[in-house]
Each structure stands twice: as structure tokens, then as C-alpha cells.
């Protein structure tokens, strides 16, 4: 798949296009022109058109895309035709609002384990999920495992990234607003709320501004 | 400000340079090279150079960036020298961690007030901040409140947001899946888990498969 040149800011637009174009199929629309799709997405339809062009001819000049085959091609694209089995480390709040929100729903991803210090949440389920204690996470094979969502407190994250690493993770979903320093062949996606919501508010108010000085 | 040109995806990198400014500050580095700089960022460097020229020579080539400097500068274009206040509509387990999450530490963004339907949370406080009837959201004047952070379950985020708008909220933090159909003049930034996660697992498989390929 000719998938290496794919920029990062493409590749991470894709599982927006790939879950947007489910609910197409759902609802029976065959087809969509970019224009069209972009206005549901959000996104300017050049960037859409663009975003496309790197996967090869996926549409056609007049007709538009076709939802289906477009849904196919990105579901392989995203390995969402295979389960990828991923594990909690913290059931805090922020942890068991993610066990709860239950991935599985639209997608090929389980968080199959829960880890947690707690002793009055280890050996119980969330949401079906059993909660492991997080010694365990050392020991445990988890060389089946894609990757990890951290959801510690700050403090911890490290430390409970170094113990995941030694039991054969290699990628992360860092929730905490540490930077981790770890090997270079580990992967780490952070998620950071502060940013999020700067980010919101530079927007915010560079739209306001924009409006005040028409 | 000539910060009408910026693209949305140099925009959305700007809190983290700042954050990142911050701490290279408190332990007294004064200035840093765009590829130093990248490395701890983890973005290239190029990137980074790009970016800051939007805003004009603030670098010095030999030299790299005042930190001190880029800071302030970042600090203003990004509001962060005034306060900004929020809302957030939902008290369950992802609004109870932001609230414990206390945005106010690292920067001028502070969660005012929660609303809920949850009679055994109303008029009780999470982490300082108290906790209002939903139905009060409507009455409440939200005119000094920048954005609204929505925490509720999906089928019930379109008539949360479509109350808060009521109320004169124009911005959104939204973290439920859904879609929501607001008023053009509206700002809604996303934060999807599902999307968070499948970009993850394309971006491990994908570097897995250029490993082995090489």
C-alpha cells in the first residue's frame, strides 16, 4: 500500500472520514462529491480531495466518491478489519469514562485489561472490563496487546509507561501531560486536554476578532 | 496581529510550544534551537520554523529563539494573559476528571461552574467547583463565559448544546461522538477517543510494517 508517503495531519484525518462514511452507508447513501462530504466533516473539501489523492484514484471527476468502496478501502487502511486488543492503566475517573464508553461499539478495538493500584477496584469489572492490579502489568504477556491507553495521574506516568514497555507494549495513548522519555521505537499519542482547550479559545477569539473587524 | 494567515494545524501547535516554553523557562534555559526545540516537541524542526514564521522574525538564525521572549509572545497570542472562563455540561466520570484535572495550574482557564441531572450531584462541589441543576443552564447568564465543555452522554448532547447556545455560549469543547447541528456562527472542536485511538494503531502498524520492510 503505497501508505509511507501519507503526511501525519492525512493519516490522523482518516479515522474521521472512515466513521463519518459508516453512517453514509447506514443511511443508504451510495454516493458523495467531496464538496458535500466536506461540509459533514467539517473539513475543506481541497484538503478532502488532497487528503484522497494519496490513496490514488478513489473518485471521479463529476461523480464523486462511491461511500462504500470508500468506507472498504479505509477500513483496511485502518486495520479496523482486524480486533486490536488494547489495555487500560488507570481506572480512575478519566479510565473508567473510556471503559465506559466502549469502543467496541463502532470499531475493532477492545480494551481487553484494566490496571489499577486500588485495591477496592482490583478483581472487579467496569463495564465488563476486569481491573488487574498493577503489579501484574509487569508480569503479563502482553505481547498480543496493539497498545496502551495511560490514564494515570501525572506522577505515575513514567514509571507505569517503563513497566508496560517490559511487558512488551510499544505504543501509547498518553493522557497524563507528562512528556514520557522512552526508547525511540515507542509510540506515544498524546491527548492532552489543556491543549484542547487553549486551543479552543485561540479559535474563539481570532473568530471574534475576525467579525469585529469586517 | 497578523495571525488571520495562520493555518488551523499551526494554530492547534501553538499551546504546546507555549506549555513547552514554560518549562524550559522554569529551569532557566534562555534560548533553544528550532531542532532542540523539535526534539522535545517531537515535531521537525522545519515544521517548527515554519510555524513561528507566521508571527515574524522570531528567531535569529545562528542564535534559535529567545525562550523568555517566545513565551510572552505565545502567552498573548494565545490569550493565556487574561482568564478565561468555562462552563462544562456533564458531572459524570470524563467531567469529574476534568474538573480534578484543574486547568487553572498551568494556565488562565478556569472551569466555573458544572451543570447535571443528577439530583445526588447538584449543589455539591467536584474538586471546588459546584455542581448546578441542568435546568438552570438556560437561565444562567453565560455571557462572560467563553466556552462550554460537554461531558454528557451522546444522545443527549445536541439539546445540552442547543441550551447552552440559549444561554450565550458560543464555543464548545464537545467530547461526545456525536455530531451537532449549531448555528454557522458556533465553534465546536472535537475530541474523539475513538478517533484518538485508530490513529494510534494506524500509526503503530504502519511503522511496524516499515521496519520490517526494510
Do not use: C, W
Not at 492503566?89 to 486500588?118: E, P, S, W
Not at 510499544?170 to 507528562?178: D, Q
Request: aromatic share 8%; glycine share 6%; charged share 20%.
Amino acid at each position: 500500500m503505497a501508505s509511507q508517503k501519507v503526511p501525519q495531519a492525512t493519516a490522523e484525518r482518516l479515522p474521521l472520514y472512515y466513521r463519518t462514511l459508516q453512517r453514509l452507508v447506514a443511511i443508504g447513501k451510495t454516493r458523495i462529491s467531496s464538496s458535500e462530504f466536506g461540509s459533514i466533516v467539517q473539513i475543506d473539501s481541497t484538503t478532502i480531495r488532497k487528503d484522497f489523492s494519496y490513496f490514488g484514484a478513489l473518485g471521479r471527476k463529476g461523480y464523486g466518491y462511491d461511500t462504500q468502496r470508500l468506507m472498504e478501502f479505509l477500513k483496511k487502511i485502518l486495520y479496523q478489519d482486524e480486533l486490536s486488543k488494547v489495555i487500560l492503566i488507570g481506572a480512575g475517573h478519566l479510565g473508567t469514562a473510556l471503559l465506559n464508553h466502549n469502543f467496541q461499539k463502532n470499531n475493532n478495538t477492545k480494551i481487553v485489561r484494566a490496571y489499577d493500584v486500588d485495591p477496592s477496584k482490583v478483581g472487579k469489572e467496569i463495564s465488563g472490563t476486569e481491573v488487574h492490579p498493577m503489579n501484574e502489568l509487569v508480569t503479563d504477556d502482553n505481547s498480543d496487546i496493539t497498545a496502551a491507553i495511560l490514564t494515570v495521574p501525572s506522577a505515575h506516568a513514567q514509571e507505569a509507561a517503563e513497566m508496560a514497555i517490559a511487558s512488551g507494549i510499544h505504543g501509547f495513548l498518553n493522557f497524563s501531560p507528562t512528556r514520557l522519555v522512552l526508547p525511540a521505537d515507542v509510540y506515544v499519542r498524546h491527548v492532552d486536554m489543556t491543549v484542547e482547550l487553549q486551543a479552543l479559545i485561540y479559535f474563539l477569539n481570532h473568530s471574534m476578532e475576525e467579525r469585529k473587524s469586517e
